[in-house]
């Protein structure tokens, strides 16, 4: 294996960390910084800056990001952005809430579809955090409360 990755030009290191603890990762700790050191990332594009209206962000996101076609917003968002707007919170950034099984909206819809339109139902507003999180589709935002919330270890809090 690392004879194929040096023919290839790419790195790699052994991480034995689990069973020597620190040393057993200094070989891939050196790989990374060595790796940092010769070929630094390029710098980062944002798809949208925190000038552009609400909208405008979760539309690039959307468009850029999962490959939408469309995006489509119900009224309670609408309501929101101007609710957002009006308490100054619009320069925040964005972050899409949904199914995680596909780029769509459509949980059914596996790999990268393409033509779909994404349906934003409501924005929630996170000041502490200043971030905005456009909700898309049926999702659970605590998975754990699916399964675990009204369990006997729950209630009396040995979660």
Not at 4 to 31: M, R, T
Request: aromatic content about 8%.
């Amino acid at each position: 294996m690392r004879a194929h990755c040096e023919k290839l030009g790419v790195g790699i290191a052994v991480n034995n960390a689990y069973v020597e603890g620190g040393d057993g990762a200094k070989e891939l700790a050196e790989l990374v910084v060595k790796t940092i050191d010769e070929q630094p990332s390029k710098p980062l594009e944002f798809m949208y800056t925190l000038d552009q209206t609400v909208e405008e962000k979760i539309t690039a996101v959307c468009k850029k990001v999962y490959g939408a076609a469309s995006v489509t917003f119900d009224k309670a968002a609408k309501n929101k952005m101007a609710q957002i707007a009006a308490l100054g919170y619009d320069k925040f950034p964005v972050c899409i809430a949904k199914t995680q099984y596909s780029f769509s909206t459509d949980a059914k819809a596996l790999n990268v579809p393409t033509g779909f339109n994404v349906k934003i139902q409501d924005i929630v507003i996170n000041a502490g955090a200043e971030l905005l999180v456009a909700i898309s589709g049926t999702i659970m935002p605590h998975a754990w409360l699916a399964q675990g919330a009204s369990s006997p270890a729950h209630r009396r809090g040995e979660w």
